[in-house]
């Protein structure tokens, strides 16, 4: 045995071998063993989705960087001198002697592997729901090549019809669409109210009217109670409320658990989460032991809660960490997330980064939201939609979080808002924010920092919001309430909201004012198309003596409701 | 007379507007007028260069918000209650009397208008420069709509074979572009060594390659002579050295200038830049007047020295916030900019943030720089090429500055980088930053992180980084250099940078060591691609006892000079 320092990494795809090419950068005498069950290497799991979807067709892009070779074990030991032992299992964790039990799992054989430093990087495992029929054949995850290859196929032989989708998250969403570009009539079932737990109920509603809009049906707030099938295949889904729908095909996408079985049975410290506990260096409650990755617990770095956050970007992020301090010692250390994340829904986007309002209120932080929307740039330039929701604190404007959804350039949206959160900024450092402005980029005012103005506004108190969703309620309550839609009569014709608003187009609110309630005291909600005219007719009334006039937040276009066309 | 506040605007392009816009929401009995030179309100001035290029065709675009109506002084009444006096000079100001002497341009009456507070909009002027035939027919800014209504019935016409735009900063290059689509054969001059003057001469470098790509001849450091003439049209332009360039039409776009005649002639300070002096509430050195815009010159945040700061979006800025103390008192500020600006340069876009490395070293700081090189997004998902070049201050790695061009996301880039600088963040802060990540959006790691992780590396001494133009000069100056290209052979094959290099590819290396200089502090410099793997190599041939390697940063697409293949 020779001298060189022995660093065991478990776990091939992401984490792992980030963890261990970083550690070979730093020690070029290391001996450094990668041990991974799957035959594949390295793999880029979050692209599995747009393969599926037939977004592209070279299956080995998936397993090589750019138009490299193919991440192999031949690749890891020319390039790397990193020994890759593919469809191999890590048994256990013998501590005290450090060495890890592995076997092969094509022969059988085990073998003991010793470590000077292990890192675990051993992923997370797809939620199965112990419900009956869950064997049938047609039932699949979409969490590993396997089950990518399986629904390639599927996508190939174009003889599929429908297709149930279990769960309405990031790969549920993504699931979604991979089917329906796969030429299948798809349903999405989610057991919450809402879709994508990410954002906020009614942001969430935008993305679930979206997938409607491109034949994907929605059913929310119902699980499943039981896969049926006949001759060993699945032909339908039984939901909790009785429901059956018809399939040949079912994607499990209820959420994923870390896989820590092998921590646990080490004795390694594991959190509520089901995440390995480690500190900021990466290292378990072993301290030749570090973890990174989807098996993890990461601390959010706004409630400095520990959480699950099972993304790729995190686990490269954390697997670089951890190479470094396996080879030098603890010199750097990986601070925590903010849960910033994005989506692609078809044409739409749907992002958010830090807290959305009910995550700020469950942190028991007294926030402050607000909705609005606008192009990304000019029209004249092809600008796209965007709508988002900003959170902040309450007393001191600084950022919580926001939400972004639409066709327009939602990712610079939510990357510029989590900058923000990194530089701990609230909302009058972003009123006058130096970014990037051209009419092919941007509006000369971008979304984002409108997004502070509006804040600003209703911070000072000039912009009295109240949320699409409250409307809907005080008019389904029957309250009586005066509403005012402020478009223009062509905008009013093409489609309205049917809430027995009264079109007033802002142009003509001064000449109209007796047409308003008498009462002073009157409640009068204005919207417009995205609520700027809006606002402005509520202070054209206000100065004109009315006390309780409202905008409604983000206008027609936030509006997640049914409309009249 | 009314007791109300009287407001008076002077300049209906950007930040006037805004300003008198922001006054209306905030006091709904001012008196509220804007006195414009021009018959059009509310130009989208930005826009200029993709309506002559025939991106758009609708010339009202340039004149409405969205599908709005066109802003006229009919919309400015009718909607806001702002009488906007178009076709209308400001002549002199009676600070004192606090009266605006204007002058209706088509009728000649004069007339004075009081204020309370005063707002100058004036915007700024192109320079033109005072040289023989600049005053022939075929010669023209890219400024208003005048010019605008010109060059476009140029593009519409077809009949223009050959222009030369003068000037390389923003506005030339969208010239050049508008009048390629056009039909029209370009010749861009500059009379500075480079054109963009916000990228380190080697980031232009890339831009003028793509240029000329794209079929626009560039020349740098050479001014203009003259302007040659017949029958009263221009026929050619003359060059410093001589040279003519044949050409039936001229675009002047070798910058602008505060427009601060009527402010200085009013007595009010000005500053060296020729912007109006203004303190952080945009008010100038006389208390009732606030002055805005182009016109102006603002606090770079980075420099804390003045400058001026030509840009639509801080127009805007400014003007919001003019606005609202000119009617409530001083309230609130604009701090300054970091002199952020984005450009379209066909397929690729030029953008910046905070200082380049020039700029750093001019203001005294001692600022470290990297570049480096990476796709926007997978591969697979079509990503497309990012070229970046970061400065941060050496001692505390606080970042200063960042570039990127190239034919990816560089909105998105440019958009992070400026929030981190508001942000006051270093490259520690940034190498764990959790951004937006999926497939179809940006890489595992995204391209922003990579450079601060490139950075990194550098700042511990582990990658000793040498630029592109370093290498030339060594390898023109004759030195005795060792430089090794370590991509793999197809890639060689295509294309290769012809400095006597040695192909070993990576892969290879650690078997091919005796092929290097024995001499193990002989100069010996790596590159690939992008120069990750030359940095692999950099650490293998360290590990190896060779001391003065050197990885020539950014690689292969990053090299600035002609290439073989």
């Not at 378990?284 to 699950?308: F, W």
């Not at 970014?435 to 506004?457: R, V, W």
């Not at 009013?492 to 005291?521: A, F, Q, S, W």
Request: net charge negative; hydrophobic share 40%.
């Amino acid at each position: 045995m020779s001298g060189n320092k022995r660093i065991v990494v478990v776990g091939g795809v992401a984490a792992g071998p980030k963890a261990a090419s970083k550690a070979r950068r730093l020690d070029q005498q290391a001996e450094i063993t990668v041990i991974q069950r799957e035959p594949e290497l390295s793999m880029a799991s979050c692209g599995y989705p747009y393969y599926v979807g037939g977004l592209f067709n070279d299956r080995n892009a998936l397993l090589s960087a750019g138009t490299g070779p193919v991440r192999d074990p031949a690749y890891f030991w020319g390039v790397k001198r990193i020994m890759a032992r593919t469809e191999t299992e890590a048994v256990a964790i013998d501590r005290e002697g450090k060495t890890v039990l592995c076997r092969d799992m094509r022969t059988g054989a085990t073998e003991q592997i010793a470590y000077d430093r292990l890192i675990l990087a051993t992923g997370a495992v797809p939620s199965v729901p112990p419900i009956p029929g869950v064997d049938l054949e047609g039932i699949t995850t979409l969490h590993n090549m396997t089950d990518t290859d399986y629904l390639r196929r599927i996508h190939d032989e174009r003889k599929t019809a429908k297709a149930v989708v279990i769960g309405g998250g990031l790969i549920g969403v993504e699931a979604c669409e991979a089917l329906r570009e796969s030429g299948i009539q798809v349903t999405l079932v989610e057991l919450q109210p809402q879709i994508l737990s990410f954002l906020d109920w009614e942001m969430a509603k935008l993305i679930k009217n979206h997938l409607r809009h491109k034949s994907v049906e929605v059913i929310t707030g119902n699980g499943i109670a039981a896969f049926l099938g006949d001759d060993g295949r699945v032909t339908s889904v039984r939901l909790g409320d009785g429901t059956e729908l018809p399939c040949e095909l079912a994607v499990l996408a209820i959420g994923v658990r870390p896989n820590s079985a092998l921590a646990r049975e080490s004795g390694l410290a594991v959190g509520a989460t089901g995440g390995v506990i480690v500190n900021e260096y990466m290292q378990t409650s072993d301290e030749n032991i570090y973890a990174v990755g989807d098996c993890i617990e990461t601390k959010h770095l706004t409630t400095g809660e520990p959480t699950h956050a099972p993304f790729g970007d995190l686990a490269n992020l954390q697997g670089r960490v951890a190479g470094e301090n396996a080879v030098l010692g603890n010199t750097v250390t990986f601070p925590g997330t903010i849960a910033t994340g994005i989506c692609k829904v078809f044409d739409y986007a749907a992002g958010a980064t830090g807290l959305n309002e009910g995550s700020a209120r469950d942190a028991g932080l007294d926030a402050v939201a607000v909705i609005g929307a606008s192009l990304d740039k000019p029209g004249y330039m092809g600008g796209q939609l965007l709508i988002s929701k900003l959170v902040v604190e309450k007393k001191s404007g600084r950022i919580l979080g926001a939400q972004c959804v639409g066709p327009g350039d939602v990712s610079r949206q939510i990357a510029q808002w989590a900058m923000a959160i990194r530089g701990d900024l609230a909302v009058e450092d972003l009123v006058n924010a130096d970014l990037p402005y051209a009419p092919p980029f941007s509006l000369a005012i971008d979304h984002g920092i409108m997004m502070a103005h509006i804040m600003q506004n209703k911070r000072k108190g000039r912009l009295k919001g109240i949320s699409a969703r409250e409307v809907k309620e005080t008019v389904d309550g029957g309250a009586p309430i005066f509403v005012i839609d402020c478009r223009d009569p062509e905008e009013y014709r093409e489609m309205r909201l049917g809430l027995g608003e009264k079109l007033i187009p802002l142009p003509t609110l001064r000449d109209r004012l007796d047409e308003l309630p008498e009462d002073k005291n009157a409640e009068i909600i204005c919207y417009c198309r995205v609520s700027l005219r809006a606002y402005e007719a509520l202070l054209i009334l206000e100065a004109n003596g009315w006390k309780n006039v409202w905008v409604m937040e983000g206008g027609v276009v936030a509006w997640p409701y049914e409309r009249e066309r």
